[in-house]
């Protein structure tokens, strides 16, 4: 172990985190707000870097790829809020389960008939190719550079719009009291379809985000969900500052954890069930990280105050 791969796998951790942050913004908002267990929400993930492959490929430019991948995720996420989700909102959690996973093999199965089951690629935007060097003989790709700075803008924007505008107050509002907004005069129909559709789009975001260091493939969006649903668990539901840090914990723990569990049990064990035993439980850091967390603080560590 040393302190230069340590470091580097740091970056990468939060590079990661970021990624899940801009799922679980999404994800903690419609659960928070709309009280809406919305399991299709990885599929929006999905959609959005498909859309960045498809723009791309078309104008030749992954930066006008990203702009008109941004507007579509928000389009497509508010047609499915309009076609399926908005008809969900007043069944229990056991029919919105039921229904957003059909949604998920649909849509799976949508990309698969549009653009083929095989892999999709997308190439570095040109100007963020290469690498640079971040300390004395140690280089990081420009690229990741970047996905951590749009992620700490986007992150800063999500703070300024949640805590100093009307439309934040307003869902912050209906996080604490949704029956209490509607009976003020507040559209909640119109609330809850805006709050969708931005998440969808943040979503879509993450996805586009990622096209270009992951394979674009259908159901690229089911595992990252199930991490997005951790984030906010112990982030606490609702809650955009729990979902920032505790997507930045779980990125951490899940990253530096793989790379160094199995160095960390040479200290107790030998090296081949050192390695053996850090490979098994490196998977399972993070869900023994939330089972920390809940036992301590059942509502997450920045609940929404209700």
């Known amino acids: 172990m040393t302190a230069t791969l340590l470091f580097v796998q740091a970056l990468n951790g939060i590079q990661f985190g970021l990624i899940l942050f801009l799922i679980a913004a999404g994800l903690t908002l419609v659960f928070g707000v709309m009280d809406f267990?919305?399991?299709?929400?990885?599929?929006?993930?999905?959609?959005?870097a498909y859309l960045v492959a498809a723009f791309s490929a078309w104008t030749g430019s992954f930066g006008w790829g990203l702009l008109l991948a941004l507007p579509s995720a928000l389009a497509f996420g508010l047609l499915v809020e309009v076609l399926v989700f908005r008809h969900l909102y007043d069944r229990d959690h056991l029919d919105q389960v039921l229904a957003t996973f059909g949604v998920i093999l649909f849509l799976n199965q949508g990309v698969k008939f549009v653009w083929?089951?095989?892999?999709?690629?997308?190439?570095?935007?040109?100007?963020?190719?290469?690498?640079?060097?971040?300390?004395?003989?140690?280089?990081?790709?420009?690229?990741?550079l970047a996905i951590i700075a749009a992620g700490l803008v986007v992150a800063a924007?999500?703070?300024?719009?949640v805590n100093h505008t009307r439309v934040g107050m307003l869902v912050r509002a209906g996080a604490s009291n949704a029956s209490m907004v509607s009976a003020l005069g507040v559209n909640i129909q119109r609330l809850f379809m805006v709050v969708f559709g931005f998440g969808a789009m943040l979503a879509g975001f993450a996805g586009a985000m990622v096209a270009p260091i992951l394979s674009v493939e259908p159901g690229m969006g089911d595992n990252i969900l199930i991490l997005a649903f951790v984030v906010i668990v112990i982030g606490g539901i609702g809650s955009i500052r729990g979902a920032f840090l505790a997507a930045l914990l779980i990125g951490l723990v899940d990253t530096v954890g793989r790379s160094f569990a199995p160095n960390l049990l040479r200290l107790f064990l030998d090296p081949a069930a050192a390695s053996q035993t850090g490979r098994a439980i490196a998977p399972m850091l993070i869900y023994?990280?939330?089972?920390?967390?809940?036992?301590?603080?059942?509502?997450g560590l920045f609940p929404v105050k209700r």
Not at 288 to 299: D, E, G, K, Y
């Open 37 to 48: 267990i919305n399991l299709a929400h990885g599929v929006q993930y999905m959609v959005g």
């Open 116 to 144: 083929g089951a095989a892999p999709l690629s997308v190439p570095v935007p040109e100007l963020l190719s290469g690498s640079v060097e971040i300390a004395s003989g140690l280089l990081y790709p420009v690229y990741r």
């Open 157 to 161: 924007l999500l703070y300024v719009l």
């Open 288 to 299: 023994i990280f939330m089972a920390a967390v809940l036992f301590f603080r059942p509502s």
